[in-house]
């Protein structure tokens, strides 16, 4: 941590903070300048930040130097994680394309969605079971039917399935029939939620908080490592910004921050990010080349008709010819779809 103190502040302001920290346990080391003091402090983190020196008669800014977050960084692992699926991979090379419907809806949706996806090489399959919705009166999802639709579509089609626990209260049930637990952007930073995923030996999903930095990305992620529960992947799903055109904003640029800061798996919902079907494929292939390690891509059978996020939806037929089209881009990145085990 940096403590910068204010042009000719004086020398009993610096001396103060040098005794607070001194107390505390803290090592300050003094860079006087002709104008200003900075003081370096070495010590434990939770320790310094509880003294609250932004606040003291001469200091005009306190700068973090330790990142809040250690188990998920590159420094503390160097190589990618990779986390496995029912006999699926990704990170390390194994690139996953995650694919289904926003919400299962019904046996045929599911299956058809299932079937479909497969054949054009998708690795995993999802669909909300329980879902966040915006408005308290729109559909909320089929529930633990919803789940069971999914599993058995997983199942027929042979493709390990995604669902999101909506509600930390459900984590056993979904967790009972899900091989992939999704924290959504909303409940990024449940931190009961994580905690309790920690602990569970299934991999967690998580996607970045519509308002969240990468820096609370990264530190929500923590808390599931924490817990003891390494396999987590990372999902940019678009923040919010001033747009208005696009439901967010697809930031590309954390993707590629992401993948140099930690050593998760990376990927990229363009779907949800954009809120245009029309944009899903060229965002596909912009995530491809920023090094995302996957995409998560809402396809529905008749997206006119489905009850949740359709605008967003591709085909059946436009996601085959999306996943043609990405292979060639997957291989010239170095990886391998579905990766090897
Ligand atoms: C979803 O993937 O179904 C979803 C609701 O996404 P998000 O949490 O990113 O809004
Ligand atoms: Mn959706």
Do not use: W
Request: negative net charge.
């Amino acid at each position: 941590m940096l403590v910068i103190m204010k042009d000719h502040a004086s020398a009993s302001d610096i001396q103060h903070v040098v005794d607070l920290l001194t107390e505390a346990g803290a090592e300050a080391h003094l860079s006087r300048g002709e104008i200003k003091t900075i003081i370096g402090v070495i010590g434990d983190r939770e320790v310094m930040y509880s003294l609250e020196l932004g606040g003291l008669p001469g200091v005009e800014q306190v700068i973090r130097v330790l990142k809040p977050y250690k188990l998920v960084s590159r420094e503390f692992q160097p190589e990618d994680t990779v986390v496995r699926a029912g006999g699926s991979s990704v990170g390390g090379g194994a690139f996953a394309t995650v694919a289904g419907p926003c919400s299962i809806e019904s046996e045929a949706q599911v299956l058809e969605t299932a079937r479909a996806v497969k054949a054009a090489g998708a690795t995993m399959l999802r669909g909300g079971a329980f879902k966040p919705r915006s408005s308290p009166y729109a559909f909320q999802g089929m529930g633990v039917e919803g789940l069971r639709l999914l599993r058995a579509a997983g199942d027929e089609v042979g493709l390990p399935v995604v669902t999101e626990v909506l509600d930390v209260r459900d984590a056993e049930t979904v967790a009972t029939y899900a091989d992939v637990l999704q924290v959504g952007a909303r409940n990024m930073q449940n931190f009961m939620m994580l905690d309790e995923l920690g602990t569970m030996a299934k991999p967690v999903l998580l996607k970045r908080g519509l308002c969240a930095t990468i820096e609370e990305l990264l530190s929500a992620a923590e808390y599931v490592l924490k817990g003891g529960n390494r396999d987590v992947i990372l999902c940019e799903r678009g923040i919010r910004t001033f747009e208005t055109y696009t439901r967010n904003t697809l930031d590309l640029g954390a993707v590629a921050a992401l993948r140099q800061l930690t050593h998760l798996p990376v990927l990229v919902d363009p779907s949800h990010a954009t809120g245009r079907r029309e944009l899903v494929a060229p965002m596909c292939r912009a995530a491809v080349a920023a090094g995302a390690d996957g995409l998560m891509v809402e396809v529905h059978p008749d997206p006119e008709h489905a009850r949740c996020d359709g605008p967003q939806s591709l085909t059946t037929t436009a996601f085959a010819e999306l996943m043609g089209d990405l292979a060639a881009r997957v291989a010239l990145e170095g990886k391998v779809s579905g990766g090897v085990l």
